[in-house]
């Protein structure tokens, strides 16, 4: 089938699914974007059973951890199994990750090629790549699934983030996320695929598919800060200067919550 917003058009699920497998992966953050995700294959999915599968990043110092960050994706999954409740979802899974584990963050360190961050303490973040990595090849190995997908969204025009980084030089981006004509399909180096229907279009896109489906109401459960406990009033509201802040912003005209100014 095809998604369609404003004459733009993508493909989506448009191939044998269930040849690949009839159960299927969904990597739920409690975002905006994998939330949509996770609505479509819902509703349009059929004859497989949708397997939601959940990172929890922790850090040593709780004021950098973000262990609320289950309930947003736990918010997300009973909203989508109200929506379908004919649609096969499995008990979602969630898993712990911590990124100040040293050998992994050793590994990270060497894995943080230029292009992936443009942001130095962004090891961290090629330490949750890792461990996903780890634990979708497990799950993929004991038959949890045979297909994951991912709701990974391209990054604003570079007019846009360049604004951004005029009025804060302190927001920092994925430059690989900029990258056109991505490749929809990621194998990882195994046998387990990646799907990522979402990798050549923005937020905004996005952003029309939510009001084309008329469920702003699920948009408003997701959380996109990522803002630490001191910029959120622990975890309460908005930070409102991170990435993902600015992103949504601009993508939806709020943030997490409605909040709009």
């Given amino acids: 089938m095809k998604l369609t917003v404003d004459g733009k058009s993508i493909g989506f699920f448009d191939f044998d699914y269930k040849a690949i497998s009839t159960k299927i992966g969904i990597s739920v953050s409690g975002g905006s974007d994998s939330a949509m995700l996770f609505y479509l294959m819902a509703k349009h999915l059929k004859g497989v059973t949708l397997q939601p599968w959940s990172c929890v990043a922790l850090e040593d110092d709780p004021l950098k ?126 046998a387990l695929s990646h799907y990522k229907p979402f990798v050549n279009v923005n937020k905004k896109f996005l952003a029309g598919l939510y009001e084309q489906e008329d469920i702003m109401d699920l948009h408003n459960i997701t959380e996109s800060c990522t803002g630490f406990p001191k910029d959120t009033n622990w975890f309460t509201e908005p930070c409102k200067r991170c990435f993902w802040c600015y992103e949504r912003k601009w993508a939806f005209g709020s943030y997490d919550g409605g909040v709009t100014e």
Avoid at 120 to 143: L, Q, R, W, Y
Avoid at 146 to 152: A, D, K, M, R, W
């Fill in 65 to 190: 951890s973000r262990p609320h960050t289950r309930d947003a994706a736990e918010k997300v999954i009973e909203y989508v199994r109200n929506k379908f409740p004919d649609a096969d979802i499995a008990e979602s899974h969630q898993f712990e990750i911590f990124r100040d584990d040293p050998e992994v963050l050793k590994e990270a360190k060497k894995r943080n090629q230029p292009g992936w961050w443009n942001y130095p303490m962004m090891d961290k973040g090629v330490v949750k790549i890792i461990n996903m990595e780890k634990h979708s090849k497990v799950a993929f190995e004991t038959g949890m699934f045979g297909l994951l997908c991912v709701g990974t969204t391209m990054n604003p025009p570079q007019d846009v983030l360049d604004g951004w980084r005029k009025d804060d030089p302190n927001v920092y981006w994925e430059p690989r996320r900029s990258k056109a004509n991505t490749p929809l399909w990621d194998t990882k180096g195994s």
